[in-house]
């Protein structure tokens, strides 16, 4: 009897004591969560996605499954709601997009073409989908119909990033090739192109993007350790150079000339747009992974391989507020409209919600 209870104390007393500060979760995946997304209107629906293929839609507030969505035949890297709400993208690695009705719950289209799928995006005011893929093209299309509009062929190797711009007008991507592009979506046309072959641009593969409220101008990050703002008429503005070490994360307010860059080295830079000059840089404990600036606030959060969610002031660099409960990296998020909201989606398999 001794003994054992001399075990059980013993037990006790090594006892890790796990910081949980989430007030909700979504735990069906078991598998590392490498995507999602909250809907633009119905802010208690969230569809995530991840390596067991599958994606599910869930409710905020409880945690509750809505919808298992079809399973794809490899890891779903890319969720996201179209704009009106009406509809919901899969794309996985198996190249094949899965686009549903989100009242019916019901699959209007499975889209191929391409190969691996590396992002999706919708077109801000129609059902028009844009993916990226592995091969270095991206296709667009018309929903909810799956027509096939255009593919765009112009980068030399894997589209990492790539989005509409804020009117819809223009698409902008970004290649491991070290190439930003700047297309017009009605011809699959390039209207401007950025490459490795200027010595002033990035020397290596960009990672991410980040456009201006207006679409003048563009915020690149990359494997070269630095991050690039560009103008849309060909001009290089600046070259953000903090970091030692690849930029995976960026990012532009959208109320003052900031400009923020998360590097794997941990660090998140914040710039003066205006002057072209460092303000502060910020820290987590390992690689950054996500930056997000709040909509209409000088607030920033950020996500990070050491497991953390932080919201940082910009104006002072004060971190105000630090969540923790994953186990494993956070690989996306999302933030509510108010910005007091966070969802995280990480390599725990897990999806976990953080609110004030």
Known sequence: MDDDDEEGEGGERNEVLLEDDSVQGFFAHK????????????????????????????????????????????????????????????????????????????????????????????????????????????????????????????????????????????????????????????????????????????QGAITSLAIARDDQVILTGSVDATAKLVHVNGSILASFGNATESVEAVGLCDVLPLAATGSVDGSLSIWDINTMRLRTTLRHDDSVTRVLWHESSPMLTSVSMDCSVRTWDARTGECVRVWRGHQAGIMDVALTHDGRTVVTASDDGCCLVFSE
């Open 31 to 202: 598998e590392p969560v490498f995507s999602l997304d909250l809907h633009p209107t119905r802010q208690n629906l969230v569809v995530s996605g991840g390596s067991d293929d599958r994606a599910y839609i869930w409710q905020l507030d409880t945690g509750d499954q809505i919808a298992e969505l079809g399973k794809h035949d490899d890891s779903v890297s890319a969720v996201r709601f179209s704009n009106d709400g009406s509809l919901v993208a899969t794309g996985g690695m198996d190249g094949k997009i899965h686009v549903y009705s989100v009242d019916k719950r019901e699959k209007c289209a499975t889209l191929d073409g391409p190969d691996e799928i590396q992002f999706v995006d919708w077109h801000p005011k129609g059902n028009v989908l844009l993916a990226g893929a592995q091969d270095a093209s991206l296709w667009m299309w018309s929903l909810p119909g799956g027509d096939f509009m255009h593919v765009f062929a112009g980068h030399s190797a894997p589209v990492t990033c790539g989005r509409f711009t804020n009117s819809g007008r223009n698409i902008v991507s970004g290649a491991e090739d070290g190439s930003l592009i700047v297309w017009d979506p009605k011809t699959a046309a390039i209207v401007r192109q950025f490459t490795s072959q200027d010595e002033r641009f990035h």
